[in-house]
Nanobody
Framework: QVQLVESGGGLVQAGGSLRLSCAAS?????MGWFRQAPGKEREFVAD????????DYTDSVKGRFTISRDGAKNTVYLQMNSLKPEDTAVYYC????????????WGQGTQVTVSS
């Protein structure tokens, strides 16, 4: 069982930046970020492999968001720059994937609101 605790959400103006953090209670092989806007389905944002640091991003955040990890702290970060109102959502941290490729552990979510 892995517990995930997110922090760093808040209110920011368009064009601004925020950094989200997610601390895991134990070592994981992969961690990712998802988001869910009001009235929409949860969508993948980015993930990172703990072993080699390889990353993946959804197209809408490429060049603006950066996912990184700190192995010593079992923590993953999401640096979000050039934020847009359409980035407004609850952001969730996730860890470990099952044999179907689905994430197993989830954080409680942190709200990110971007004002225009």
């Amino acid at each position: 069982q892995v517990q995930l605790v997110e922090s760093g959400g808040g209110l920011v103006q368009a064009g601004g930046s925020l950094r989200l953090s997610c601390a895991a209670s134990g070592r994981t092989f992969v961690m990712g970020w998802f988001r869910q806007a009001p009235g929409k389905e949860r969508e993948f944002v980015a993930d990172i492999s703990w072993s080699d640091g390889s990353t993946d991003y959804t197209d809408s955040v490429k060049g603006r968001f950066t996912i990184s990890r700190d192995g010593a702290k079992n923590t993953v970060y999401l640096q979000m720059n050039s934020l847009k109102p359409e980035d407004t959502a609850v952001y969730y941290c996730a860890a470990e994937r099952n044999f179907l490729g689905e994430y197993v552990y989830w954080g409680q979510g942190t709200q990110v609101t971007v004002s225009s």
